[in-house]
């Protein structure tokens, strides 16, 4: 069994920042990828930005520029940078992680974390 457990979000005026963290703990596994996805009211679950074991990220065309993802393997921790943030950027953002457990690759979601953008 692995564990995600976001922090960092929050009430911010728009062009302001904020930075997510999302730590996996568990026993004998390693990851394969870890990625941020985020829902707001109404919408669908959009992945955000994703980073591969060896560092390779990808983003959403929404927030090129603007948000970075990172991560610390020896802590199996991911990071999203945001900046300038807009109304639009308001959602509850989720962390997931790809894991593989012996030969087997499992799929884990933290509990969200609130983003709100607003003046």
């Known amino acids: 069994q692995v564990q995600l457990v976001e922090s960092g979000g929050g009430l911010v005026q728009p062009g302001g920042s904020l930075r997510l963290s999302c730590a996996a703990s568990g026993s004998d596994f390693s990851i394969n990828y870890m990625d941020w996805y985020r829902q707001a009211p109404g919408k669908q679950r959009e992945l955000v930005a994703a980073i591969s074991s060896g560092g390779m990220t990808n983003y959403a065309d929404s927030v090129k520029g603007r948000f970075t993802i990172s991560r610390e393997n020896g802590k199996n921790t991911v990071y999203l940078q945001v900046n300038s943030l807009k109304p639009e950027d308001t959602a509850v953002y989720y962390c997931?992680?790809?894991?593989?457990?012996?030969?087997?690759?499992?799929?884990?979601w933290g509990q969200g974390t609130q983003v709100t953008v607003s003046s």
């Open positions: 997931h992680a790809n894991v593989r457990v012996g030969t087997i690759d499992y799929s884990y």
